[in-house]
């Protein structure tokens, strides 16, 4: 089977940019994920069909290729002009071609049309897809998280740092094994990262919201910091107010080949506690400053 038409799976059109292709791809794979869509089939074949439509209209040769006519939707070769309807006349389906053909002389020459036929030479093994999950702090440090694959082997994937939730991650000659010495296929991993209680991301930056006490954000003063590299040591300076934000530098998304590591914005909160007797006597006789 060549498969549905890619653009038609990702809804785009023949002249959207690859801008266009990834924004339609990641949205439209975390719509059929399987693990939103648990025991769904039919979310799991269009799944399937969206990562095959990705794959091949996000590879500039392939797309240039599947354009000119040369391969299907699937990534095979198409047969030749001149082959595969050309002959009449025979059986009670209505003639040969070329899947009649093949069988008949499969054995004995390897196939209609030899090494040019689409069915006889050397082809490259279908992608597989799978899902992976993976913690905040595991895409802002980056690891090697390991998938389990149908047949019980395991394969170790290196989350590079800074991935992105509905990234795809493509490990070379990892899919299907290739069809008469051709090429393996790839492994297409999907990477969904799950959200962290006390950080957000802003690009290759961080962010938290972090409790000081009244005394602390009065007089100024040391705390310690939870950062996803470990806790740190952090000054607050004095008179600090509720929604005062400070960097600590490098303390983001790790670096990773020539980007640079991104920063921690740490957004203070005074917390007043349960104060004392002492502290409440001050304060009714105390008139604040403008």
Avoid: C
């Avoid at 440090?141 to 590079?160: A, H």
């Avoid at 069809?179 to 990262?193: N, R």
């Amino acid at each position: 089977m060549s498969g549905r038409d890619p653009y038609e799976v990702l809804g785009v059109a023949r002249t959207a940019s690859q801008d266009d292709i990834r924004k339609a791809y990641r949205k439209l794979a975390k719509k059929y994920h399987p693990d939103l869509n648990p025991d769904d089939k039919k979310a799991e074949e269009q799944f399937k069909a969206v990562n095959q439509a990705n794959d091949l209209l996000s590879d500039a040769e392939k797309r240039a290729r599947f354009d000119r006519g040369e391969i299907d939707a699937s990534g095979q070769e198409r047969a030749p002009h001149g082959y595969g309807g050309g002959f009449h006349g025979g059986g009670a389906g209505g003639g040969f071609n070329e899947e009649n053909l093949n069988d008949l002389f499969g054995s004995m020459f390897g196939g209609f049309g030899g090494a040019r036929g689409r069915r006889g030479g050397p082809r490259q093994g279908a992608d597989s897809s799978y899902a992976l999950k993976v913690s905040f702090q595991d895409a802002v440090n980056g690891t090697t998280s390991r998938v389990s694959l149908p047949d019980g082997s395991t394969l170790d994937v290196k989350i590079p740092p800074g991935i992105e939730d509905g990234q795809v991650l493509r490990l070379r000659g990892k899919g299907n094994p290739g069809v008469q010495g051709g090429p393996d296929g790839d492994a297409l991993i999907t990477v969904t990262v799950q959200p962290d209680a006390t950080y957000t991301r802003d690009g290759v930056d961080l962010r938290e919201t972090l409790p000081v006490d009244i005394k602390t954000a009065v007089l100024g003063g040391p705390i310690m910091v939870p950062t996803p590299t470990g806790t740190v040591r952090m000054n607050v300076p004095a008179n600090s107010d509720s929604g005062t934000v400070l960097r600590l530098r490098g303390k983001g998304v790790q670096a990773y080949g020539k980007r640079e590591a991104g920063n921690l914005y740490v957004t203070l909160q005074v917390k007043i506690g349960k104060a004392d007797a002492a502290l409440e006597t001050f304060l009714k006789d105390w008139t604040p400053q403008a």
